[in-house]
C-alpha cells in the first residue's frame, strides 16, 4: 500500500516485472515471492492476482489457484484467459461438468482437445472423447499422454482389448518421457540450449528426425559449442544421405572434443558415405529405397517420415509412410499420413476412404479435412 493508504500502483508494476523476469527462468518461488509484494501493494491488482493464480496452478497447488481464478471469473467473465486458467482449474479438481462449459466457451483448438476429451469422459461421454483424442492424435500421433488418456477412455467403452495394447504402447515409450523429464529439469535451471539438446537427441532416438534436426540446429545457434548437437546433427544428415553437411557437422563435434573415438568412427562412416555418393547423389527417398534393399527398416522409416514431415504434400512420401508405418501401434501414423494425402489432393477418393477405413478401425468418428 501506499504513504497515504490506498494501492501502490507502481511498487505493484515494478514487483509484477520483477516476477516475470523470474518467471521466465522457471524461479517461482522467487516469482512468488515479487507477486505477494505486488499484492501487498495492490491488492486488487488483476495482472498480479492471474500470475500467481497460474504459479500456484502450475506447481500442483490446485486448491489455492482455483480460489483466485474463480474470483477473477466473478469479476471478469469475459476476459478469455480467465476462462481458460478456470477451465484446467476446474477439470484438475474434478468439477468436469464446470470445466466443460467453461472450455467451450474458448474458440477451440487442437491444444485443447486433451483437457477436452478428459472432461468429457469425466461426465461419461466417452465416445465423444475418443472422437477428440482420435482428432488430436490424427494430427499429432507422437502425443505419449493422449495415448495413455485415449487407452482410459477405450477402457470406458468396454473395448478392452484396444485399451490394453495403446497401454502397453504408451509403456513402451518411457524413452520419450523420461527424456521430457530432464529436458523439464535442465529448463528449471535456466539451460536451455541443453533441454533442446535432449529433447533433439530423443527424437532422433525415436525415429522422429525432421523435428529432432530443428530443434538440435537451435541448441547450436544458442550454444555453439555443443558438441553433443553437432554430432547427433551429424548422424541424423547421415541417415538422411547429406553426407557433405554430416562431414562438416562431426568435424565441428571433433573440434570441440577430439578424444572421442567413437565419433572418430561417426566421422569414417560419413565420409565413406561421401565418397559413395559423390557421383550419384540420392534424394532421401532414394535413401530409404537403399535402406529397404539392405533390410533397415528402422532407417527406412526414419526416412519416409522425414520426408513427409519436410513436404506434408508429398503424395509420394505419405504413400510411403502409410506403406512402412504398418505396425498396429502405427495406426494414427497412418491416419496422419492419409489426413495429409486428403489435404494435398481432396479430389481423390481413395485417400478419403483410407482415412475413414483406418477411423473405423481404431473406433473414432474423424472430421475429413477440406484444407489446413
Not at 143 to 160: N, Q
Not at 194 to 204: D, F, N, P, V
Not at 220 to 228: D, E, I, L
Not at 294 to 302: C, F, I, N, T, Y
Request: hydrophobic share 40%; with cysteine; charged share 30%.
Amino acid at each position: 500500500m501506499s504513504a497515504c493508504g490506498g494501492p501502490d500502483k507502481k511498487a505493484a508494476e515494478r514487483n509484477i516485472k520483477m516476477a516475470q523476469t523470474q518467471l521466465e527462468m522457471r524461479q517461482y518461488i522467487a516469482a512468488l515471492e515479487f507477486l505477494n509484494k505486488a499484492l501487498d501493494a495492490d491488492p486488487e491488482n488483476r495482472v498480479a492476482r492471474f500470475l500467481k493464480a497460474e504459479l500456484l496452478y502450475n506447481t500442483a497447488r490446485v486448491e489455492e489457484a482455483a480460489k483466485i481464478m474463480s474470483k477473477l471469473y466473478e469479476q471478469f467473465p469475459d476476459d478469455e484467459g480467465v476462462r481458460t486458467g478456470l477451465a484446467y482449474m476446474r477439470k484438475d479438481q474434478a468439477f468436469y461438468d464446470q470445466a466443460l462449459e467453461l472450455f467451450k466457451s474458448i474458440p477451440m483448438t487442437p491444444s485443447l482437445y486433451q483437457p477436452m476429451a478428459e472432461c468429457l469422459t469425466g461426465v461419461g461421454q466417452h465416445d465423444d472423447s475418443a472422437n477428440m483424442l482420435g482428432e488430436l492424435l490424427a494430427r499429432d500421433p507422437w502425443d505419449p499422454k493422449a495415448y495413455l488418456l485415449f487407452s482410459r477412455v477405450e477402457s470406458k467403452r468396454k473395448r478392452d482389448d484396444s485399451a490394453k495394447s495403446w497401454g502397453e504402447f504408451y509403456r513402451k515409450n518411457e524413452i520419450i518421457r523420461d527424456a521430457e523429464r530432464q529436458a523439464l529439469r535442465s529448463e528449471n535451471q535456466g539451460n536451455g540450449p541443453e533441454a533442446l539438446l535432449i529433447r533433439g537427441r530423443s527424437l532422433y532416438r525415436t525415429g522422429r528426425l525432421f523435428p529432432g534436426l530443428d530443434l538440435l540446429n537451435t541448441a547450436v545457434q544458442a550454444n555453439p559449442k555443443m558438441a553433443r548437437a553437432h554430432l547427433t546433427i551429424g548422424r541424423i544428415l547421415t541417415d538422411l544421405g547429406q553426407s557433405e553437411e554430416a562431414v562438416k557437422a562431426i568435424e565441428t563435434a571433433l573440434a570441440l572434443k577430439p578424444d572421442m573415438a567413437k565419433w572418430k568412427a561417426r566421422l569414417s562412416k560419413a565420409k565413406e558415405q561421401l565418397n559413395l555418393l559423390r557421383d550419384k547423389p540420392r534424394s532421401i527417398l532414394d535413401m530409404a529405397a537403399l535402406y529397404d534393399t539392405q533390410s533397415k527398416p528402422d532407417l527406412v522409416r526414419a526416412a519416409v517420415l522425414f520426408e513427409a514431415n519436410r513436404d506434408p504434400k508429398n503424395l509420394s512420401a505419405l504413400r510411403l509412410v502409410v506403406k512402412y508405418f504398418d505396425r498396429p501401434e502405427d495406426a494414427f501414423i497412418r491416419v496422419w499420413a492419409w489426413r495429409h494425402a486428403v489435404v494435398a489432393d481432396p479430389k481423390q477418393a481413395g485417400f478419403v476412404s483410407a482415412l475413414k477405413g483406418e477411423a473405423s478401425n481404431l473406433g473414432v468418428d474423424l472430421k475429413i479435412p477440406s484444407g489446413d
